[in-house]
């Protein structure tokens, strides 16, 4: 007697199941982000300021999300991410808008629902955007004070188009 001739006809789909399951898992749980698509000089000051981002921000280590892009990064976990080359906020052209300065970059600033906070500079030819979550935000602004540095190298000062 064989027991193998009749196989249940559902195994060859459940398998293919499994494996593209398995496929589509991320083994790191990297934290994604939106890629902005800015024109073609933001995008190049975006990829300059990508090469000058420092590793470590408020003592994270870089953990870039996914996609990968020149235009995000990323640090710790839960991750603050960088967005570079974003469009204007909404947010700039209300004149009751909280802002600071921080090591001399400006930033525009904007606490959301779930407590986080996204940053956006002001006052340079890309618009930069930095979201702390909920989790970070006992260390205030370290993070951006890590960040000035790499964007006043890497984004001059002026007018976004």
């Known amino acids: 007697m064989n027991f193998f001739r ?11 199941l499994m494996i593209a399951a ?5 083994a790191d749980d990297a934290p994604s982000a939106a890629v902005p698509s800015p024109g073609g000089a933001v ?6 300021l990508d090469e000058v981002l420092p590793q470590k921000v408020d003592k994270l ?6 996609p990968s892009s020149a235009l995000t990064a990323g640090w710790g976990d839960p991750a603050i991410i960088l967005r570079c080359g974003v469009s204007r906020p909404a947010k700039m052209a209300d ?6 300065e ?3 970059v400006g930033w525009l600033l904007e606490q959301e629902a779930d407590k986080s906070f996204r940053f ?19 260390d205030g602004m370290a993070p951006l004070v890590g960040l000035a540095p790499a ?4 984004i001059p000062e002026g007018i976004a188009d």
């Open 6 to 16: 009749h196989r249940p006809s559902g195994l060859p789909a459940l398998a293919a």
């Open 22 to 26: 398995a496929g589509c898992s991320s």
């Open 43 to 48: 995008a190049e000051l975006c990829r300059h």
């Open 61 to 66: 280590g870089r953990r870039d999300p996914e």
């Open 95 to 100: 004149p009751e808008a909280d802002g600071v």
């Open 102 to 104: 921080v090591n001399g």
């Open 120 to 138: 956006t500079t002001t006052l340079r030819k890309a618009y930069v955007e930095v979201t702390i979550p909920a989790g970070r935000t006992g």
């Open 151 to 154: 964007i006043k190298k890497a």
